[in-house]
């Protein structure tokens, strides 16, 4: 399986790098896991909405430029579908064996996700009412996925 996290922004801060290559180290016997980054915009002080729109609108049109035509494609958004863990591994689960082989990870920036990426997504899930800054995302993205593989063979894993 090929998994790509495609995403707004760099990781500044060594301690989200560290563990995403942690996670990406444990996830290598299970699947390919790939980071794709496009640039942010800044986002002035008091930006308008149609400022915050048009930012998301740029960002949006970066994160489809990289989308791939054959892979499923799944935005991480508020109002997209909670899962528990298990519940996530066996959605994941159930992907791979209706013949998926390419799933593609969208997180959007400070602002979130345009609409043209929400409607370009076969599907949307929600880690949480809370929002979560979008480079930690990243690494709860990653950790999850970890766990589904490990929660699908039946391996130990803390709860």
Same mark, same amino acid.
């Given at each position: 399986?090929?998994?790509?996290?495609? !995403?707004?922004?760099?990781? %500044?801060? $060594?301690?989200? *790098?560290?563990?995403?290559?942690?996670?990406?180290?444990?996830? +290598?016997?299970? !699947? $390919?896991?790939?980071?794709?980054?496009?640039?942010?915009? $800044?986002?002035?002080?008091?930006?308008?909405?149609?400022?915050?729109?048009?930012?998301? /609108?740029?960002?949006?049109?970066?994160?489809?430029? %990289?989308?791939?035509?054959?892979?499923?494609?799944?935005?991480?958004?508020?109002?997209? $579908? +909670?899962?528990?863990? /298990?519940?996530? #591994?066996? #959605? =994941? /689960?159930? =992907? #791979?064996?209706?013949?998926?082989?390419?799933?593609?990870?969208?997180?959007?920036?400070? =602002?979130? =996700? +345009?609409?043209?990426?929400?409607?370009?997504?076969?599907?949307?899930?929600?880690?949480? #009412?809370?929002?979560?800054?979008?480079?930690?995302? *990243?690494?709860?993205?990653? /950790?999850?996925?970890? *766990?589904?593989?490990?929660?699908?063979?039946?391996?130990?894993?803390?709860?």
């Amino acid at each position: 399986m090929q998994i790509d996290i495609l !995403c707004v922004g760099k990781i %500044k801060e $060594k301690f989200f *790098r560290d563990a995403l290559e942690e996670y990406k180290k444990r996830l +290598s016997r299970y !699947c $390919k896991l790939t980071e794709i980054e496009v640039p942010d915009e $800044k986002t002035p002080d008091n930006a308008s909405e149609t400022e915050e729109r048009q930012i998301k /609108e740029k960002e949006g049109d970066r994160l489809l430029s %990289k989308m791939s035509d054959t892979a499923t494609v799944i935005a991480l958004a508020i109002d997209g $579908k +909670s899962y528990t863990s /298990e519940g996530f #591994a066996s #959605a =994941l /689960e159930k =992907l #791979a064996v209706s013949g998926v082989s390419h799933i593609q990870f969208v997180i959007g920036g400070s =602002l979130g =996700l +345009s609409d043209t990426v929400l409607r370009r997504a076969d599907q949307r899930i929600s880690f949480s #009412a809370m929002t979560f800054p979008h480079q930690l995302m *990243r690494v709860i993205l990653s /950790e999850q996925i970890y *766990r589904a593989y490990r929660i699908q063979r039946n391996e130990p894993y803390h709860k």
